[in-house]
């Protein structure tokens, strides 16, 4: 491979600039321009990128520093082209979609909230009180003999889990609800199925980048009414990548 480059992103700009936060192989990561908008890059002379931990954290330090500033429509992890006509004909074939696109999300920044039970122990004691047939049923076991129950033990196991999802997606959506709030646009469980029984849900919020301190603030109020029941995590403003709606290939 000739003198290629590795792709971060798209962005609004008609001049050539560059970013201290170094790119994939610590190489100078720069803005390759055309017309007025411009591919986010750095030199890259391999056929493919390997998803090591230096290289996939690279990516997303490069982005991080990018977002602070920018509207960032981001590419795939691992996207390379081969030589800079591949990037002008890139951003050129898809100009008119990157320039509505950008436009469209101008200002904008993602955040992904998790929010997370603290204690399942406590969550567990609550589904069994509002729901007494749990317990009828539990005595009901262990009345019989152990190699008995195995059926049993089965379905009670199913009636808990059904519980435990409808109290999920209730205490889910309150909590979303007023979070959504806060921010223009809002997408729950878009990430994928929430992985872990603490987890109520995961979302992603679209805001303004200067509205990202007050969304942390009632991220914060919000966990401070919830204290010692739910736990939230979420990141910093990140490229808007759950409110895009242009998939591209180099």
Known sequence: ???????YGV?????????EAPGVQKQEVRAHVFRDIAAVASPWTSDVVRATPENCLAHERVLG???QTETVLPFEFGTIAPDAAAVDKLLQRNY???QRALAKLSGAVEVNVTALWHDMKEIFEEVVKAHPM???YKREIMSKPYEQT?????????VVAEALETKRRLEGEKLFKVLKGNASKACRDCMGKPAGEKV??????LLKRDAYSSFEKSLMELGSRHEGRVDFK??????????IDVKVAV
């Open 234 to 243: 979420y990141t910093d403003p990140l490229p808007p990548y759950h409110f």
């Open 11 to 19: 962005i609004a700009s008609s001049e050539a600039r560059a970013w």
């Open 134 to 136: 749990i317990v009828a």
């Open 1 to 7: 491979m000739a003198q290629g480059y590795y792709l």
């Open 96 to 98: 008119l979609r990157f």
């Open 150 to 158: 195995y059926q049993d033990r089965l379905r009670i196991g199913q």
């Open 200 to 205: 109520i849900f995961s979302a992603a919020f």
């Open 65 to 67: 520093n990018v977002v």
